[in-house]
């Protein structure tokens, strides 16, 4: 059973920067892979990046080079910077604990991005 909270969305300009964050809680942290979705107003959920218990990471095409994944098992803690932010970006984004690169964990709040031009 995962429980997922995700923070530091917010409202910011195109070009900015943000961080956010997404705690996790009732598995074993360490040894799970972890990935970050968005969901865009009338679209479906897409995989944003993904970093292994190894500290692997892969992005979408949509935002290599942007965004950077990271993951402090000591605070079961993980984190996307984003930046260079375009209005695309704009969704809710979503953490989730990954089995087979599959989201397996329950949804969490989200926590809403929106990028202005």
């Known amino acids: 059973q995962v429980q997922l909270v995700e923070s530091g969305g917010g409202l910011v300009q195109a070009g900015g920067s943000l961080r956010l964050s997404c705690a996790a809680s009732g598995s074993i942290f360490s040894v799970n892979a972890m990935g970050w979705y968005r969901q865009a107003p009338g679209k479906q959920r897409e995989w944003v990046a993904t970093i292994t218990s190894g500290h692997s990471t892969n992005y979408a095409d949509s935002v290599k080079g942007r965004f950077t994944i990271s993951r402090d098992n000591a605070k079961n803690m993980v984190y996307l910077q984003m930046n260079s932010l375009k209005p695309e970006d704009t969704a809710v984004y979503y953490c989730?604990?990954?089995?087979?690169?599959?989201?397996?964990?329950?949804w969490g709040q989200g926590t809403q991005v929106t990028v202005s031009s």
């Open positions: 989730n604990i990954l089995r087979g690169g599959r989201p397996y964990g329950s």
